[in-house]
């Protein structure tokens, strides 16, 4: 791997020196290196585009292109620094969005932004409500982007209803022999058909607009400054595409006002932070509010159960098919990721009028 990361680096135009290289971040899709060359200031982050899950990375690279060039300009009609507050591509010695190597692998580079680091959970309201107006923030400066112009780089990503057939078919198959483990799990998840496609069809009768979203709204997708803890940039544009506003909202509520980490195995521990979801809705809505019709705000709660649903299910079906989508780090990962959701989603569900309340505060 050492050698394929080195001749990955040696094919984008950056200066010349002895290189370092370093692993970073934790996603559980591509891997992310930061790059070093020795004497320059600037770093970089190098990523390996994980194949099985983009089918095209090419497409997703025309995306990133597309939005952040957008993004760019936007910044600098508002005065900020584009190379601060957005991703920059870097193209390779020939030109091109991202490299193929000889073994089928993709990479691509972005500057480091300097300064600045991640985190997985936030510690305070005041953190997450920044959080949220980051989102906001790139919510409302892509509302005038032609959201059907993007190509849908993994078709029906949060189209729940599928994501149910996925799971029916997962479980008919039964590749890894794991269905006897998971028959609760399933049964509950095939009982919430009544609202799976609540967001679905209010996209179909055109209730809810679609709209260029980000649908990886996690905390650690946001760059904050090391010394102001501002947020200052929206990473990880992989997943960029047409959408509903609600995926948004609903992504960074499951994972960033949960009481405990996605794959808590303490399920007495799994809960939501009402002050989190007030902190979250009032830096999103400050940004993105006179952008949103009255149907698009009501349908924002419905996004939170939806994704916290749909990751238990995608997690389940993980783990039905043997654990070839998302990485795992012990053998039952999956199946406690997912148990870890559902009990999410019915804390939502006991709780609902609390959530709802949260658009008033
Ligand atoms: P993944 O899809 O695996 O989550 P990300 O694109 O989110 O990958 O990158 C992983 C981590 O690397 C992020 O959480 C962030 O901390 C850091 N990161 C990504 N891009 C940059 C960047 N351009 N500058 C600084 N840090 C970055
Ligand atoms: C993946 O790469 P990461 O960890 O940010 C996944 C998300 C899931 C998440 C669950 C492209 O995101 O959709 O919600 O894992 N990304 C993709 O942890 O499938
Ligand atoms: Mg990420």
Redesign the pocket.
């Known amino acids: 791997m050492e050698e394929a990361i080195m001749r990955a680096v040696n094919a984008f135009a950056l200066p010349e020196g002895e290189i370092r290289i370093e692993a970073?971040?934790?996603?559980?899709?591509?891997?992310?290196y930061?790059v070093t060359v020795v004497g320059d200031r600037q770093q970089?982050?190098l990523?390996w585009i994980n194949q099985y899950v983009f089918h095209q990375p090419i497409q997703v690279q025309e995306n990133i292109l597309a939005v952040t060039n957008h993004l760019r300009q936007k910044i600098r009609e508002e005065g900020g620094d584009p190379d601060r507050e957005t991703?920059r591509v870097i193209l390779t010695k020939d030109g091109k969005p991202c490299y193929h190597d000889g073994e089928d692998n993709w990479w691509r580079i972005?500057?480091?932004?300097?300064g600045?680091?991640?985190r997985d959970l936030p510690d305070t309201p005041a953190l997450f409500e920044k959080c949220g107006s980051a989102f906001g923030r790139f919510q409302r400066r892509l509302d005038d982007f032609p959201a059907e112009s993007l190509h849908e780089t993994i078709p029906n990503f949060h189209n729940t209803p599928w994501r149910v057939e996925q799971l029916e078919a997962a479980a008919r198959k039964d590749a890894a022999g794991r269905l006897k483990e998971v028959r609760e799990e399933l049964d509950f998840c095939l009982k919430q058909t009544e609202w799976t496609s609540r967001l679905t069809d209010g996209l179909k009768s055109g209730a809810l607009p679609l709209r260029v979203t980000h649908n990886?709204t996690?905390l650690?997708?946001v760059?904050l400054d090391e010394k102001t803890e501002e947020a200052i940039?929206v990473?990880?544009?992989?997943t960029v595409m047409p959408g509903l506003i609600a995926y948004d909202y609903g992504e960074a509520i499951r994972t960033g006002a949960c009481t405990a980490p996605e794959d808590e195995r303490d399920l007495s521990r799994i809960d939501f932070s009402l002050p989190l979801v007030h902190a979250y809705t009032r830096g999103f809505l400050r940004e993105t509010g006179k952008h949103l019709s009255e149907t698009e705000i009501r349908s924002l709660p419905w996004g939170a159960r939806m994704m916290t649903l749909e990751n238990g299910i995608r997690f389940l079906t993980d783990y039905l098919d043997g654990d070839h989508y998302f990485a795992i780090h012990r053998p039952k990962h999956n199946l406690e990721r997912a148990q870890a959701q559902l009990t999410l989603l019915k804390k939502m569900e006991e709780r609902w009028e609390e959530l709802l309340g949260a658009l008033e505060a």
């Open positions: 970073h971040g934790n996603g559980h899709i591509n891997r992310t930061k970089y982050i990523q991703l972005f500057p480091f932004v300097e600045t680091y991640s990886d996690k650690n997708n760059l940039c990473v990880d544009l992989d």
